[in-house]
T-cell receptor, first 113, second 120 residues
Framework: KNQVEQSPQSLIILEGKNCTLQCNYTVSPFSNLRWYKQDTGRGPVSLTIMTFSENTKSNGRYTATLDADTKQSSLHITASQLSDSASYICVVSRQTGANNLFFGTGTRLTVIP | GAVVSQHPSWVICKSGTSVKIECRSLDFQATTMFWYRQFPKQSLMLMATSNEGSKATYEQGVEKDKFLINHASLTLSTLTVTSAHPEDSSFYIC????????????????FGQGTRLTVV
């Protein structure tokens, strides 16, 4: 069964601190993995997209890692800001099939001053 | 970057009425658009795939007669919730990959800003 699981479900951190979000998947055959940021009441916005051959990709204070062997990915946020408060969604794409995007349930991050 | 625009961003309607939501790709053409529904604290659930010039493909459990999809041009797809009921209240989001790509295959999926539907 193709699944995407994220942890933790929610996280509260102090402004300026770092945090790491996890994503485990069983989607096969794997095509790519994306991390999205979704503010409340808004559509998701892409942070990174990683293919099978990529281990690390950064976008400003966001760094995503991918281990295709263990089917795990992480999103590391450094020097968190209040504006980082949002849901972070891991989306894994499958190479075949009409419906080939599988969404995690997201991690709700709250950054407090 | 490519932009997908949804309209309206929120709507309140009476039970039994119909509501139309528009999804436009602003600076690229999309032969395929996807419609999702998201309930509070849950992830996006694919409802249907909108195909330009042909019928939409609906996911299992989604009523095609209730959620009418029209993809009349390469830049516009519409979702009409017919005879809306309170249980249809949700956050509806569309996404589109640029034309010439197969959505999800190492391509970007651009999401609209979503439409909050409340049926009273």
């Amino acid at each position: 069964k193709n699944q995407v699981e994220q942890s933790p479900q929610s996280l509260i951190i102090l402004e300026g601190k770092n945090c790491t979000l996890q994503c485990n998947y069983t989607v096969s055959p794997f095509s790519n993995l994306r991390w999205y940021k979704q503010d409340t009441g808004r559509g998701p916005v892409s942070l990174t997209i990683m293919t099978f051959s990529e281990n690390t990709k950064s976008n400003g204070r966001y760094t995503a890692t991918l281990d295709a062997d263990t089917k795990q990915s992480s999103l590391h946020i450094t020097a968190s800001q209040l504006s980082d408060s949002a849901s972070y969604i891991c989306v894994v794409s499958r190479q075949t099939g009409a419906n080939n995007l599988f969404f995690g349930t997201g991690t709700r991050l709250t950054v407090i001053p | 970057g490519a932009v997908v625009s949804q309209h309206p961003s929120w709507v309140i309607c009476k039970s039994g009425t119909s509501v139309k939501i528009e999804c436009r790709s602003l600076d690229f053409q999309a032969t395929t658009m996807f419609w999702y529904r998201q309930f509070p604290k849950q992830s996006l659930m694919l409802m249907a795939t909108s195909n330009e010039g042909s019928k939409a493909t609906y996911e299992q459990g989604v009523e095609k007669d209730k959620f009418l999809i029209n993809h009349a041009s390469l830049t516009l797809s519409t979702l009409t919730v017919t005879s809306a009921h309170p249980e249809d209240s949700s956050f509806y989001i569309c996404s589109a990959p640029p034309r010439g790509t197969r959505g999800g295959l190492n391509t970007e999926a651009f999401f609209g800003q979503g439409t909050r539907l409340t049926v009273v």
